[in-house]
T-cell receptor, first 116, second 110 residues
């Protein structure tokens, strides 16, 4: 069964460094998402991406964050200058969009980011 | 209450028993989805129920949706130790984002 994959599974970085989290959504899916989950807290929406542009973003997704679909398969989240509070599990998700947005979102296994 | 709140927060049962988790939300929705998360791992999609549906089954899972009460329940029948996980509801309100609840931690003892 097709699945969303994410790399790396774990990332440790120093405060102020840039990180890029990578995702390969399910092929032929049209909508892509990033969510994060701070340890012990809810899963929070960060951003959605459709037709090569951001379609919605949350307040969390400030100028330090950016997303890109550099080719036909990858979807990346970049944090330009990491802060301690960016430590979280980051999830990528995709859906097929065949019935608009109201479809099942399939999540990847996550990247655990630790900012020291 | 916040959009997507589950109760109970934690539930402990014996194998073979049924587990029921509830989710309440505040705004109108297109659909409601339930996900499972094993400790520190990814989110596994369990079931999606649309706003015009009242009940849905998938294997040992039964989901109900009451839009008049803005609530949903997830029933796991004949639970197994492998069902031990956190369970989240997530609502889609005709925007791009899913809004997740706080989750129910289910512990199934062998």
């Amino acid at each position: 069964e097709p699945e969303v994959t994410q790399t790396p599974s774990h990332q440790v970085t120093q405060m102020g460094q840039e990180v890029i989290l990578r995702c390969v959504p399910i092929s032929n899916h049209l909508y892509f998402y990033w969510y994060r989950q701070i340890l012990g807290q809810k899963v929070e929406f960060l951003v959605s991406f459709y037709n090569n542009e951001i379609s919605e973003k949350s307040e969390i997704f400030d100028d330090q964050f950016s997303v890109e679909r550099p080719d036909g398969s990858n979807f990346t989240l970049k944090i330009r200058s990491t802060k301690l509070e960016d430590s979280a599990m980051y999830f990528c998700a995709s859906n097929s969009g065949t019935s608009g947005r109201a479809e099942t979102q399939y999540f990847g296994p996550g990247t655990r980011l630790l900012v020291l | 209450s916040q959009q997507g709140e589950e109760d109970p927060q934690a539930l402990s049962i014996q194998e073979g028993e049924n587990a029921t988790m509830n989710c309440s939300y505040k705004t109108s929705i297109n659909n409601l989805q339930w996900y499972r998360q094993n400790s520190g791992r990814g989110l596994v999609h369990l079931i999606l129920i649309r706003s015009n549906e009242r009940e849905k089954h998938s294997g040992r899972l039964r989901v109900t949706l009451d839009t008049s009460k803005k609530s949903s329940s997830l029933l796991i029948t004949a639970s197994r130790a492998a069902d031990t996980a956190s369970y989240f509801c997530a609502t889609d309100s005709n925007t791009d984002k899913l809004i997740f609840g706080t989750g129910t931690r289910l512990q199934v003892f062998p």
